[in-house]
């Protein structure tokens, strides 16, 4: 128990750090804009709100300008049994990506940050 309150308190304080030095927005045209949020209507990010490494794909999609979906996989949400049947395992962050008939999950921070700055950057 004391480990949960321990953990969500430091979580929210990387929150409110993030929060005030959150990263400016890249910038593209309007056109290459509703491009770029056109593909992501097939993106949803699975995340927690306070995990650290969801916090830090968060800011990697915000400098990147890219406004995609979010779903809280709390307990309780139906969303984390979403993620556990799509993806195979209960673990943050995910990327979950569809392309025609396939699905991909991507798992690990780091992995999504590349792929997105290597899709969607400049």
């Known amino acids: 128990m004391l480990l949960k309150i321990l953990r ?63 779903r809280g996989v709390q307990q309780g949400s139906p969303h984390r049994q979403e993620l556990e049947q799509g993806g195979g395992r209960i673990q943050v962050p995910c990327l979950h990506m569809r392309d025609g008939d396939n699905d991909v999950w991507m798992y690990e921070s780091s992995d999504i940050i590349h792929y997105l700055e290597h899709k969607f950057g400049q």
């Open 8 to 70: 969500e308190g430091l979580g929210r304080i990387i929150v409110f750090i993030d929060w005030l030095t959150r990263p400016a927005k890249m910038q593209r045209s309007d056109e290459q804009q509703a491009l770029v949020e056109q593909q992501l209507k097939d993106y949803t990010l699975y995340q927690l709100y306070a995990c650290p490494f969801c916090v830090k794909t968060r800011r990697a999609m915000r400098r990147l300008n890219l406004p995609m979906e979010t």
